[in-house]
């Protein structure tokens, strides 16, 4: 009985150890994104090895004392280890398989000063237009351009503090033409996700265009609507 449950912890075990490994590593360089991400799918297989195992041990051997926090621990580390990425698989499936996101899809601001950091990148920077247009428009209706009750300049540099509080890298800025970019790094994988913003004025007040693209990577996993959804919410919420 007690094998089953040490084997049941060690499983746990593994299954968290591969799942921050995944995240770790991709992070620093040590290997490819795509085995990283591979890594996260097996981690959630041995995630629910660990969880039946646990089950089967507690049915079987009844713990008690020790025992019963040991296999308790197993349970929740297997549980835990298979939700994070079947969150993100549930995530991915629900989402279109795009990775530029744009509030004005007819003329979308183009990219200048991160150019030269996305020689190595996968994904180009051009905008592929219809194509993946009405993907984006099905999928995120609420991502549209921000109009503010203020001159383009004052939007400029409302939109510039916003940047630097969202945290991102600040590439460039030209308060001539309106236009701000930077680059997020996400939190597990350091996946490196380059914005640009472009300020015009719009009538009496002003209108501002964010567009988020990956560097690598079909599908963003939703996540450059998601950074747009927060730096519109972060410009809006101190006017």
Do not use: C
Not at 23 to 40: A, E, I, K, S, Y
Not at 170 to 189: H, Q, V
Request: aromatic share 8%; charged share 20%; net charge positive.
């Amino acid at each position: 009985m007690q094998l089953l449950q040490r084997l049941a912890l060690l499983v746990a075990l593994l299954g968290v150890a591969m799942l921050a490994a995944s995240g770790v590593f991709t992070r620093l360089g040590v290997w490819d994104f795509r085995f990283g991400l591979t890594l996260l799918r097996y981690s959630a297989y041995v995630g629910v090895a660990a969880t039946v195992l646990s089950l089967l041990a507690f049915v079987i051997s009844r713990p008690r004392g020790g025992a019963l926090i040991l296999l308790s621990a197993a349970l929740l580390i297997g549980a835990a280890t298979f939700a994070l990425p079947w969150s993100l698989q549930r995530t991915a499936r629900s989402v279109p398989p795009i990775h530029d996101i744009s509030t004005d899809t007819n003329d979308p601001p183009r990219f200048v000063d991160v150019l030269p950091l996305r020689l190595d990148a996968s994904n180009g920077s051009d905008y592929a237009g219809d194509s993946i247009a009405q993907l984006q428009r099905a999928a995120y209706p609420d991502v549209q351009p921000i109009q503010l009750p203020v001159t383009s300049g004052e939007a400029f540099t409302q939109a510039y503090a916003a940047t630097e509080r969202m945290g991102w890298d600040i590439a460039g800025a030209d308060s001539a033409s309106g236009r701000i970019e930077a680059t997020a790094t996400t939190t597990w994988f350091g996946f490196k996700d380059d914005v640009v913003i472009r300020v015009r004025g719009n009538g009496s007040g002003s209108r501002v265009d964010v567009r988020s693209t990956s560097r690598v990577g079909r599908s963003d996993v939703g996540a450059n609507a998601a950074r747009i959804r927060a730096y519109r919410q972060e410009l809006v919420a101190n006017q």
